[in-house]
Structures are given as structure tokens and as C-alpha cells.
């Protein structure tokens, strides 16, 4: 099996919000660079190419679990921390399933506009790549705790630290997936 229960993800999914989120992350990045607008965990990987190409947990509208198959055709990371077993995984999702069904903090994009969104959380909803890198965090894979992550952040983390494998980046279609 390619993919794995507890690998990471970061898309660019083509939504309304994607210019603007990745506007703001280049300004905030040290490379100035940035693709991605959003992230996820993969918790069970895809398995059938006629059916939903696995679960995600991530953080839409609201936070809960989802199908990969929606970024049908968008650009897509998808990468594995070398320090990750299923129990390592349980326990970190163990922990981030309490904001499951928790509305979206879309205000706390305002506070990455203004670079305070480290600091600034509040009764600390996370934001859909501070979701990923709080798994990250409670899976005792990463000493920070999430606060503060964007999607482009985790993705340059993913192909840039030795701790990571990139198990694929490209097109999310049926063929890269199912056939590669
Ligand atoms: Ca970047």
C-alpha cells in the first residue's frame, strides 16, 4: 500500500478562499513561495478507485472527516513522517477528535493576516493546518504544538526535513492514486 493511516496532506483546492490564503502565506513565508491553501490527516488511506480514495479528518466548514476524492484534479502533497506507527497515530487523533464537529475559526484568519495567529487562539480551535500539526504534536513527533502552522509551512516542512517523505505530490486523479 502506497499511503498510509497518519500521513499528511496539503491541497490546493481551487475554492474561492485559495488566492487570498495563498497571498497571505507568501508574504508570511521565508521563501516567499506558496501553493497550498489547506491540509489534512489521512486516516484511512484510499483503497478503492470507484469509491471515496479514503478518509480525512480535517477542519471545512467544520472540523470531521471527509473523502480525499473531493480534490479530484487539485495539486496535492501527500507525506509521511518516518517516526509514524498506528499507535502513535491513535494516540494523536485520540486527542484532535475532541474538535470534531467544531465550526471552522475562520475569524482566526484575520490573525494570520496580522501575524498574531501563533499567540492569539483563544478556547484554541485549530485551523485546518494547526489541526495537522496538533495530531503531529500529541503523536510525539513534533515539540511545537501546532499554533501558528499554514498549509504552505507543513508543505515546505514535508519536503525540506529529513524526518518527512513526500509519498507523492501531483495531480490528485484516479491513475496518480490507483495506477502510478
Ligand atoms: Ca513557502
Not at 50 to 70: M, P, S, V
Not at 112 to 127: M, N
Request: charged content about 25%; glycine content about 8%; overall charge neutral.
Amino acid at each position: 500500500m502506497k499511503f498510509m493511516t497518519g500521513d499528511y496532506w496539503c491541497v490546493n483546492s481551487k475554492s474561492f478562499m485559495t488566492a487570498p490564503i495563498i497571498a497571505m502565506e507568501k508574504r508570511m513565508s521565508l521563501d516567499h513561495a506558496a501553493e497550498y491553501n489547506h491540509a489534512g490527516i489521512l486516516v484511512k488511506p484510499p483503497a478503492d478507485p470507484e469509491k471515496d480514495w479514503g478518509t480525512t479528518y480535517e477542519a471545512l466548514r467544520t472540523i470531521g472527516h471527509f473523502h480525499l476524492r473531493q480534490y479530484e484534479g487539485c495539486k496535492i502533497i501527500i507525506a509521511r513522517h518516518t517516526g509514524m506507527t498506528p499507535e502513535k497515530f491513535q494516540k494523536g487523533y485520540k486527542e484532535v477528535l475532541r474538535w470534531n464537529n467544531y465550526a471552522y475559526p475562520a475569524w482566526r484568519l484575520l490573525l494570520y493576516s496580522i501575524g498574531l495567529a501563533k499567540y492569539l487562539h483563544g478556547i484554541g480551535i485549530p485551523i485546518c493546518s494547526e489541526l495537522v500539526a496538533e495530531h503531529c504534536f500529541h503523536s510525539d513527533l513534533s515539540v511545537a504544538d501546532g499554533y501558528g502552522w499554514t498549509p504552505d509551512a507543513l508543505a515546505d516542512k514535508f519536503k525540506q526535513y529529513r524526518c518527512y517523505d513526500v509519498v507523492f505530490e501531483g495531480e490528485l486523479t484516479k491513475e496518480n492514486l490507483f495506477f502510478l
